[in-house]
């Protein structure tokens, strides 16, 4: 029982380069999020999709992209890396109505440094 | 402006005493809320909820309670163990307008340390 899946765990990005977070779930979730933490400013949520090719902007949409092209996969993408994206990094789905019983399910997490 | 505020970032417990997190909300059209607990390296984790209709839920050592008129929440652990330290997250959510189905607030968190 997979549940969410994030890759990679660990990254370290020069300033300027891009990368690719990718998050996987096999709970056949309507639902994807991505939130960042960072210190004392707990989860803010960067985009989100309610579905197979839709996608939405958060609270702290700027410098991200993202993309579901799969209902099981939310990708992020970081197009050109500053320090201020520094933070871990989370996924999350649900399901569309089930929101009250269980929430969301969680990835364990990407962190993300950038030099 | 956040709309789910936990004001203290830390609590710090003895072992076998009553853990109390407490979590505010501004935003009176939430009607459901969660508590999510996270230890480090790890993601967040659904532990308890309680929804606008009912002042409690209980689930073990947990008790969520729901004050409305205050727009209070609070997570009660009885009795706390060192295996609770955590950061507990408390989130909020509404079918309201401008608002995602489903969709999740969150606070900032509380570390919450349990000493022998």
């Known amino acids: 029982n997979a549940g969410v899946t994030q890759t990679p765990k660990f990254r370290v990005l020069k300033t300027g380069q891009s990368m690719t977070l990718l998050c996987a779930q096999d709970?056949?979730?309507?639902?994807m999020y991505w939130y960042r933490q960072d210190p004392g400013m707990g989860l803010r949520l960067i985009h989100y999709?309610?579905?197979?090719?839709?996608?939405a902007k958060g609270e702290v949409p700027d410098g991200y992209n993202v993309s579901r092209l799969k209902k099981q996969n939310f990708l992020l993408g970081l197009e050109s890396a500053a320090p201020s994206q520094t933070s871990v990094y989370f996924c999350?789905?649900?399901?569309?109505?089930?929101?009250?019983?269980?929430?969301?399910?969680f990835g364990s997490g990407t962190r993300l440094t950038v030099v | 402006d956040q709309q789910v505020k936990q004001n203290s970032p830390s609590l710090s417990v003895q072992e076998g005493r009553i853990s109390i997190l407490n979590c505010d909300y501004t935003?009176?059209?939430?009607?459901?809320f969660l508590w999510y607990k996270k230890y480090p390296a790890e993601g967040p984790t659904f532990l308890i909820s309680?929804?606008?209709?009912?002042d409690k839920n209980e689930d073990g050592r947990f008790t969520v309670f729901l004050n409305k008129s205050a727009k209070h929440l609070s997570l009660h652990i009885v009795p706390s163990q060192p295996g609770d330290s955590a950061v507990y997250f408390c989130?909020?959510?509404?079918?309201?307008?401008?608002?995602?189905?489903?969709?999740?607030?969150f606070g900032r968190g509380t570390q919450l340390t349990v000493w022998p």
């Open positions: 709970m056949n979730h309507e639902y």
């Open positions: 999350a789905s649900s399901y569309t109505r089930d929101r009250g019983a269980y929430g969301y399910t």
């Open positions: 309680i929804s606008s209709i009912k």
């Open positions: 999709s309610v579905g197979e090719g839709t996608t």
């Open positions: 989130a909020a959510s509404g079918l309201h307008r401008g608002s995602t189905l489903g969709r999740l607030y």
């Open positions: 935003n009176s059209m939430f009607d459901y």
